[in-house]
Every structure is written in C-alpha cells, then in structure tokens.
C-alpha cells in the first residue's frame, strides 16, 4: 500500500502562506466592492460618494434657480428686493405640514382652516395628510426654528438617502463594472427629472423614498425584518407604503422560501400597521374609519372613477377651450405622466420582474381611477423601476442619457420657478 504523505506542519515562529485569491484589481476597489454589497447605507464606496456629488451639485442648481425665481417674479413691479429665498418654499402642502406638525389634526375650530372634529363646518382635509412627515417637522423644529428651514432640511438629508439607495439599486442588474457607471446616472435620471423640485422642497417626496428605497434594497438582499420596519416607515410618510408593502411580499414569494425560510414573512405585515393605527386614530377624533380617504375626495376630487372616465375628465381639461393655459398644461402633463407609468408597467410585465410590476400597478390605479389624474408627474418620482430602467438602458445606448438630459433639464427648471413663484397649477 503507498504511503500517503503527511504535510510537515509549520514550525513556531514560521508562518503559513496565505491561499492566494484572485484579484479583479487592487485591494481598494475589492474592498468598495464588497461595501457595496451592504443592504444598508452605514458605508459609503467610492460610487456611493460621486452619487452625494451629483446630489450636492444638483441642489445647488435648485438653490440658483430658485434664487432667480425671486428676481424674476418680484412681488410687484415697484419692488426693490427679491422675496425671502424661504418664502419662496412655503407653498401648498407645505402649510398643511406646518399646521398639523404645531396643533395636530383636530386643531381649534377658530383657528383659519382649522377642523374642530365631530361635525365641524370648517374642515380643511388636513387628515388626508398621513402624519409620518409631520412627525418628523416637528422634532426638527425643536432645533431649527422655522417651519420651512426644518422641512428643507428633512428633504435634503432624506434625499441623500434616498439616491445613494437608488444607485445601489440599479447596481444589482449589472455587472460590476457596468453597475458602477449605471448607479450614478440613475441618481442624475431622478435628481434631473421635471418634477425634482418637490425632492427639495418640504414635501413628502424625499422622506418616503429614503424609507422606501432601502426597504426594496434589504429585501433584494434578503433582510426581511429591516425591509418591513423600513417599509412601515414609508407608509407612515404616504399610503405609497402599502403599495411597497405589497412589492415587498411578492419578492419574498418570489424567492421560494422553505421550511424556517418561512418564519421572516410575518415582518412584512408591519407596513400596514402605521396605516391601521392612523384610521383607528382619525376615527376617534371624526367617527369615520377612512376620514383621510374622504378628506382626498372632498378636497382633491379623489372620488373613485372608473379608470376611462378619468382619462376622458382629464383629456377634456387638457384640450377644452374653457380650460385656462395653466391648468391646460397640467392636465396634459398628468396624461403624459400616465402612458410613461403604462409603457413602464408593460415593461416590467414583459421583464416579468413582478414586485415592481405590482407597485407601478397598484400606484396607477390609485392615481387613475380618481375624477381625473391629479399628481401624477410628481409621482413620477416615485417610480424607482423607471429610473433604474433608463440608467440601465443608457450604459448600453449612450445617445439616451444626452437625448433625456437635454429634455428634462429645461422641464426642471421651468416647474422649479414655477412652483417656487407660486405659479404650480398640479
């Protein structure tokens, strides 16, 4: 029988050689490589820091703009100084947030706007508002003491969050190298989008993509328990988060779980709980199980329609002659809006990557079945699927990225200035 030799063990002070390990480039890039593969944002590699480069440039773009915008539309013509940059901010939405954020939901009926609870006759829908962004107003205000500096400065942080999240995302359909290029333009997509003013200002925008975003990241690496506390966040901030919630389990199903796999399913029932405990808390105040559904139909005319009459009340503002431009431009813009969310629901369809393809699917519904469309270029925003689409698309096809840019550049600029001058009609 031969003898089968016997490796002479290292001696003291003799070290063992390392097992040599193949090297696609130098220590450093291996080491951003394997941060990157982190569900959470706790390190940042080297993509991860040109992303918050493209965000710091592109706020600084919408601080220019904006500074124009009080030049540009001055209080009247006599005037000898541009608004105040915060003024400028303080719009729409913006006041509800600051109401609810100081008195609550169920403020004293004296008050301008104000709603008294149980059979007011001075409701101002302001439970249509889900409470997650004002929470957060309000402990920012503790420390920063205008309204709308603490809602800017939520929208900023959250907005960081929310495109080093998107990067990261659209880095999963590419390899390495080509991730690394597809990341930041998916960022640049989004922060260059026509509507991207509402990711600055102190909308819900930013706040429930910096939950949501790494809520679809954790469960694509499979943390379930992170990506339901996250996904409930979200739906704290917009009823949105039920519609991630629902993207979130189909993921889950899609990943073919067994025996003990099973036991992380109950964390993706928590983002209905902030939804449930919002009702059980309007209802206590109203008596009315869905006082922030009926809020949106009394004042934002969100009564259920069936999705071709919605079209037909949208497409008549848009083209009938009794329509002033403003809201005639608008009314085309949430049409447009529209057949952009249809094409990229078939899309994901075709693809068969269905978690997305349900969240796009339950979002249209929701913003299609109303009188007419209303929001829905903002919404936008909110489609990370589109965002990572075209950046993928634009690695393989450089014309997109030029083609995209020279088109919604202007857009931004000219729906900044006109939401920043009070000009917004959506």
């Known amino acids: 029988m031969a ?148 809602g800017l400065l939520i929208s900023l942080v959250a907005g960081a969050v929310a495109v080093v999240a998107l990067s990261r995302i659209t880095r999963l359909h590419l390899p390495a190298e080509t991730g690394e290029r597809a990341g930041p333009r998916a960022a640049l997509f989004l922060l260059a989008s026509p509507c991207a003013v509402f990711l600055a200002a102190g909308y819900t925008e930013a706040l429930f993509l910096a939950f949501a975003l790494p809520a679809w990241l954790a469960a694509r690496r499979d943390r379930w328990a992170l990506a339901g506390l996250l996904g409930a966040a979200a739906t704290t901030v917009r009823i949105s988060g039920l519609f991630v919630a629902a993207a979130l389990a189909a993921q889950f199903l899609l990943s073919r779980p067994r025996g003990r796999q099973w036991r992380p399913a109950g964390w993706l029932a928590v983002p209905a709980l902030p939804a449930l405990a919002y009702s059980w808390y309007l209802h206590s105040g109203t008596g009315d199980w869905m006082a922030w559904k009926h809020a949106q139909e009394r004042g934002w005319y969100r009564q259920f329609h069936a999705p071709w009459e919605a079209w037909k009340h949208t497409w008549d503002g848009a083209f009938a002659d009794a329509t002033t431009t403003d809201y005639a431009v608008m009314f085309q813009a949430e049409l447009l809006a529209m057949v952009v969310g249809l094409l990229l629901l078939a899309f994901l369809v075709v693809r068969r990557r269905w978690p997305e393809a349900l969240y796009m699917g339950l979002s249209l519904w929701a913003l299609g079945t109303s009188f007419w469309y209303q929001s829905i270029p903002r919404a936008t925003l909110l489609w990370w699927p589109l965002w990572t689409m075209l950046a993928v698309a634009s690695v393989r096809r450089p014309w997109i990225r030029s083609t995209y840019l020279c088109v919604a550049a202007p857009l931004a600029t000219v729906l900044a200035l006109a939401f920043t001058s009070g000009k917004w009609a959506g």
Do not use: C, M
């Open 3 to 150: 003898r089968i030799p016997i490796p002479k063990a290292p001696s003291q002070g003799q070290q063992r050689a390392p097992k040599a390990v193949p090297s696609d480039g130098p220590p450093a890039r291996r080491r951003n490589v394997r941060l990157s593969r982190l569900p959470g944002l706790s390190s940042l590699d080297a993509t991860d820091r040109a992303v918050l480069g493209i965000y710091a440039l592109t706020r600084i773009a919408v601080a220019i703009t904006t500074y124009g915008s009080a030049w540009l539309f001055a209080a009247g013509p006599d005037a000898k100084h541009p608004a105040p940059y915060l003024s400028l901010w303080y719009r729409w939405d913006a006041d509800f947030f600051r109401k609810i954020a100081e008195n609550g939901y169920f403020a004293d009926p004296t008050e301008p706007g104000g709603f008294g609870g149980i059979g007011s006759a001075r409701p101002d829908n302001r439970e249509a508002f889900f409470p997650g962004f004002p929470f957060v107003l309000r402990a920012v205000h503790t420390v920063v003491p205008s309204w709308t500096a603490a």
